[in-house]
Structure formats: structure tokens, C-alpha cells
Nanobody
Framework: QVQLVESGGGLVQAGGSLRLSCAAT????????VAWFRQAPGKEREFVTS????????YYADSVKGRFTISRDNAKNTVYLQMNSLESEDTAVYYC??????????????????WGQGTQVTVSS
């Protein structure tokens, strides 16, 4: 069993940066593939980025490539999402997800086993 808790969301101006964190419980978290998704009002939850258990294989949605960076610290059971050059279109609730045996290119939310409660990111233009 894995529990995920996101933090770090907030209000930022366009062009600014934020770093989200996802703290996990569970002794085997280090073997899980992890991902970030986001959901804007009135829209479906969409894939943002993911990385494998070691953090050396990553995958990004085209909309965030070059601006966002996913990383993880397995010693701290924490996953990070560094977001730079934020745009108003990035405004959404951001969710951390985890799954065992999932390939990093898995974009379908229902394929991911564990979810956090989400953290709000608002980018003002």
C-alpha cells in the first residue's frame, strides 16, 4: 500500500516557477513508476510527466517538455516536479500517481494504482 501527499502548489505569475513535492509512504515505493497528472476545471485529467523507479528514464507531455522536470529521491520517498516558465494554461490541480510495473509512457489515468489528493497551481497572466 502506498499513500501519496502533494505539496508546493500556489499562485504564481506567468513566467515564474514552482516546485511540487509528492511524499510517499510505503517501504516499496522506490520500485514504483511515478507520474504527475493535472486537471483543469471542466477538463479531463491529463498526463504531465513520469519517471521510472530509478529516475533515469523520464517521459513528458509535449505541452511541458523543456519547461518541467520530474525527479525523485528514493531515500526520502519523494517525487518532485520542477515547473519553470509557467503559463496560464498550466493552471490546474496537480496530482501525483504511482504504479508498479507501469511503463513511463502510460498516459491513461486509470492505469495508475495510487493517487494523491492534489495540489492547486494557479498561474496569473
Amino acid at each position: 500500500q502506498v499513500q501519496l501527499v502533494e505539496s508546493g502548489g500556489g499562485l504564481v505569475q506567468a513566467g515564474g516557477s514552482l516546485r511540487l513535492s509528492c511524499a510517499a509512504t510505503g517501504r516499496t515505493f522506490s520500485v514504483y513508476t511515478v507520474a504527475w497528472f493535472r486537471q483543469a476545471p471542466g477538463k479531463e485529467r491529463e498526463f504531465v510527466t513520469s519517471c521510472n523507479w530509478r529516475g533515469d528514464i523520464t517521459y513528458y507531455a509535449d505541452s511541458v517538455k523543456g519547461r518541467f522536470t520530474i525527479s525523485r529521491d528514493n531515500a526520502k520517498n519523494t517525487v518532485y516536479l520542477q515547473m519553470n516558465s509557467l503559463e496560464s494554461e498550466d493552471t490546474a490541480v496537480y496530482y501525483c500517481a504511482a504504479g508498479r510495473g507501469i511503463v513511463v509512457t502510460t498516459k491513461t489515468p486509470k492505469s495508475w494504482e495510487y493517487w494523491g489528493q492534489g495540489t492547486q497551481v494557479t498561474v496569473s497572466s
